[in-house]
């Protein structure tokens, strides 16, 4: 657990601990960019990680540090290749979380295509209707390298229709816990705080409905991609120290009035309890650089 013994009430000590944040954050994605690029033979990436550990923001950063190195990025977000609403009726699928809610024939000929240097449609997935909205020709020119982004990216059944290419795996999570003047948060919680606030800004999802979700978010990370973690050929955290401090206030205006005896309601006036003492910090959002990973929570 990363311990902080200060408040930071001070902006200038506040922008200095925002600093060496990111700067900490963005020389660990050089440095994956920077040993990927001495790979030649390297064609395939997947990015994995639990809900809400940056993978979005990541496979960004990601991108545009392999082409610095002289290598174009493609991002292929495996979201999009969900079965669609009917055709999960129609299979019997209920569980949207796991293997079976994902169209890996799809995948698997996408992915082939783009090993053997062919053509092929890339579909996009419109999670607000649950359809395939549409499909959109790629394609690849010599030296190609493909990111294959998402929680999925991890699972077994994925991972095998990848092996046409030479393929090297990242796993980003948030790995550790903070402390800040003896309040401490763990790492789960730090995912939990990011995704309220990031459900209710972004996805205009109260918080007592991300709370009924969490649950089976928790239990699909448990049985499909914690079992699977720590063989990846790079880690990365996505823990930014600071995080708490300019989440605190955030999370306390989302979640006023949160329903007592609701779904989680003891875990998130736990979290309320401490982040109030976090609230009065010189941390804000005017701050954090546009391009960092927490923007993706809380822009």
């Known amino acids: 657990m990363i311990k902080l013994n200060s408040i930071y009430e001070d902006k200038d000590r506040a922008t200095e601990l925002i600093s060496e944040s990111e700067e900490a954050f963005d020389l660990s994605i050089r440095e994956i960019a920077e040993d ?9 990436l997947t990015l994995a990680g639990p809900t809400c550990s940056g ?46 809610a994902m169209n890996i024939p799809l995948l698997a000929r996408a992915a082939g295509d783009l090993a053997a240097g062919k053509s092929t449609l890339m579909p996009t997935f419109d999670f607000t209707d649950r359809t395939r909205a549409a ?13 294959f982004e998402g929680i999925q990216a991890i699972y077994p059944e994925i991972v095998s229709v990848l092996k046409a290419f030479r393929t090297k795996s990242i796993f980003i999570n948030v790995a550790k816990g903070v402390s800040v003047c003896g309040t401490a948060f763990e790492r789960s919680e730090i995912r939990l705080i990011r995704r309220i606030v990031r459900d209710a800004g972004h996805r205009n999802t109260p918080p007592h409905l991300t709370m009924k979700l969490w649950q089976a978010v928790r239990r699909n990370e448990e049985e499909n991609i914690f079992p699977f973690a720590g063989r990846e050929d790079y880690i990365i955290n996505s823990l930014l120290p600071y995080e708490v401090l300019l989440m605190s206030r955030l999370f306390l205006n989302v979640t006023r009035g949160y329903p007592l005896g609701g779904t ?12 109030e003492k976090l609230s009065h910090t010189a941390v804000s959002a005017e701050l954090v650089p546009m391009s960092s990973v927490i923007r993706e929570f809380a822009d």
């Open 264 to 275: 989680g309601t003891e875990t998130v006036y736990s979290l309320r309890e401490r982040l």
């Open 55 to 100: 993978k979005t923001t990541t496979a960004a950063k990601l991108t545009a540090a392999l082409e610095k190195e002289g290598r174009r990025a493609r991002v292929v977000s495996i979201d999009d290749f969900y079965y669609d609403e009917r055709e999960m009726a129609e299979r019997g699928v209920t569980d949207f979380e796991g293997p079976d």
């Open 36 to 44: 990927i690029c001495r790979r030649k033979d390297v064609r395939c």
């Open 135 to 147: 499909f959109t020709e790629y394609i690849p020119t010599s030296g190609d390298i493909y990111i």
